[in-house]
């Protein structure tokens, strides 16, 4: 199917392009992406943002406090957290181009490069730090594995609430449920809840690439 079906100002390579992502070129990839980045995810449909930042509300979270953005990107959260009045967000993502475009949103406090999934050296400053923290687009294919989660776990202070979405077919095919399990089991966090909604809703039949009408869930959990 064509793109033109679709949205109306990008093409099917615009769209293509934004597929075989591998952790060990995720820098140069999302530098090179940077800059159609918005354009393409604000057109295909992308609610990711706005759920996490809907969750984010929905815990009473105080506005000053400070939130973490795992993986900002060009900082489509921060800027929906910034709307309801968040003025203490904190962003990190492996990206510099990413989070250049960042920046220029004055969402955030602080903005840092950071490559996440190494929690063994996940820096002190960002540690028990954290009321509650958010992950929108970043536990897929090609970039972050499970250990995420336990970086997620050091971030937050006791109580604190990890926000994240992800594709429901991910839950297996990437192990990230049996670790989300097993660090309720562990102790680490609780489960609070999780909600269903469509990615890349703005996209007709079978869609370009991996923009195709897609099951995704929001999940809270919350640090014991
Ligand atoms: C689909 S984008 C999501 C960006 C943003 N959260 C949003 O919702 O628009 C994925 C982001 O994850 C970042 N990323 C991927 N792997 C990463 C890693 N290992 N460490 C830090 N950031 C990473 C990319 O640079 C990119 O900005």
């Not at 973490?68 to 900082?75: E, I, L, S, V, Y």
């Not at 490069?113 to 929108?136: C, I, S």
Request: hydrophobic share 35%; charged share 35%.
């Amino acid at each position: 199917m064509k793109s033109e079906d679709n949205v109306t100002s990008l093409n099917d390579e615009e769209l293509k392009i934004h597929g075989q992502f591998d952790q060990d070129k995720i820098k140069e990839q999302y530098d090179h992406l940077s800059s159609n980045y918005e354009d393409v995810y604000l057109q295909v449909g992308y609610p990711d943002p706005d759920k996490c930042a809907e969750f984010v509300e929905n815990f009473e979270v105080s506005k000053d406090e400070e939130i973490f953005d795992m993986g900002c990107g060009t900082g489509l959260v921060g800027l929906k957290l910034k709307e309801k009045g968040y003025t203490n967000v904190v962003g990190v993502d492996a990206s510099e181009k990413m989070l250049d475009q960042a920046k220029e949103k004055d969402s955030y406090t602080d903005l840092e490069e950071l490559f996440l999934g190494t929690p063994d050296t996940f820096p002190e400053k960002y540690r028990e730090r954290f009321v509650a923290l958010t992950a929108a687009g970043i536990l897929a294919e090609g970039h972050l594995g499970n250990e995420v989660f336990d970086e997620m776990v050091l971030a937050l202070k006791q109580g604190g609430y990890a926000i994240f979405t992800t594709r429901e077919e991910y839950l297996t095919k990437y192990n990230y449920q049996e670790k989300m399990d097993a660090l309720v089991e562990e102790g680490k966090w609780e489960f609070v809840k999780q909600e269903e909604f469509l990615r890349y809703n703005n996209m007709k039949g079978d869609g370009v690439g991996r923009f195709k009408p897609t099951k995704v869930l929001v999940f809270a959990y919350k640090k014991l």
